[in-house]
């Protein structure tokens, strides 16, 4: 491609772009399509001449753009989100065009040197204790395998890297863990059956007298208890699993305490948020995504550990080629977690961090907190409705209860979940909480306004009357 033509093209896919984000709440917020729709409409061979960027972009609005489920959309009320946000999209613009793979500080300073700052930084933002080290892995399922990996090394005194696993270790994370914990639980090599499920109290946070007590009988039985998952907003729920008293048996049974704050995380940047890292002294290893609700694009997680050489006898590795005269002095991430490769991740961070800045951060936290709480008060004014968790951040859970039977209710609410995401303008998604189909709206999107939560809100209402009536 000539010089002139990359540009010519780049300015059209940024106006593609700006244009795109600017009406991306007049598409269906879920693709419409079935499943083999795409694939039919793309040739199963590779094309033996290269072909134009105009043909290939003429596809991509044709055929790739109606397959997609648009999360950037104001209507996105599902999962957790995933946003960007235009500083982040043009750093990545940025990372594409230096093609740099910074595996070790060597190659790429600046990609190291930054990703220790703003590390630094968001470790500040969000309150945690100075003692720890920052690291951008790829997602919180990486990192959270990345904490077992280690918690199982200085469990066994590094020697199950060299030899194997010994002694049955044990893992223990609420049962409202996210299934990360099991994925990693299962590729560390404990064994699924290391892994403990711990009770949750009515609020869906884990219960600590139960903790100790299962501790204490694995203990009894000539199991080696090695490492604590506890949740700072849960998946399904939001939940708060408290930190101080987990910490405290951690401490008492030298376990290792990782904290999975995947998506609640972030709202520690909120002074009146900060109560849910109480405890945070005993914890040796925590995650959040700025992947979800911090604005930076898909995919940026970062991983802080209190004690990096534990985490670096795990995973580093020597060979001659890729030794420089520097390592002493600098990081080589390549040691801090499982690929060699890695991408430039801090720049698109630091472009969010320094656009945003802490305050503009806090405000769109805030806002999506407060719009997130005035939907739960809706609910709590119309009798229909049950909310069926504490709304610690932007989560809320309910459901239809007109009293019928618990098996009547799952049926109703699946249909009317149905309905409500039917409508195409917003999408919702639902989770199980003790046996009760429950529908999760989450205010997360940076397009939502007030105007988009009233909309949903309608929808919502509208739904409710025709499956009741
Ligand atoms: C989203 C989420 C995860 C998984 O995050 P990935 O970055 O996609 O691996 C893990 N734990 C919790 C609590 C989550 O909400």
Redesign the pocket.
Known sequence: MNQEEFKRFGYLFVDWVVDYLSRVGDYPVCSPLQPGEIKNKIPHSPPEEGESITEIFHDFEKIILPGMTHWQHPGWFAY?PANNSPPSILAELLTAGLGAQCMIWKTSPAATELEEVVCGWLRQMLGLPSGLAGVIQD????S?LVALLTAREKATDYQANLKGIKLPLCVYASQEA?S?VEKGVKIAGYGREALRYIPADENYALIPEALEEAINQDKAEGYQPACVVA?L???SSGAVDPLAPIGRICQKHGLWLHV?A??AGTAAILPEKRWILEGMEHVDSFVF?P??WMLTNF?C?VYFIKDKEALIRTFEIHPEYLKTGVDAVVNNYRDWGIQLGRRFRALKLWFVLRYYGVSGLQAIIRKHIRLAQMFKEWLEDDERFEILAPVHFSLVCFRLNDGRSEAELNELNRSFHQKINKSGRIFLTHTSLRGKYTIRLVVGSRTTEEEHVREAWAIIRQAADEVTK
Request: net charge negative; glycine share 4%; aromatic share 10%.
């Open positions: 957790f997602t919180a399922s990486t959270t996210h990360s949740t907003g849960t998946t999975d995947a998506y995504n992947h979800k995919d997680s």
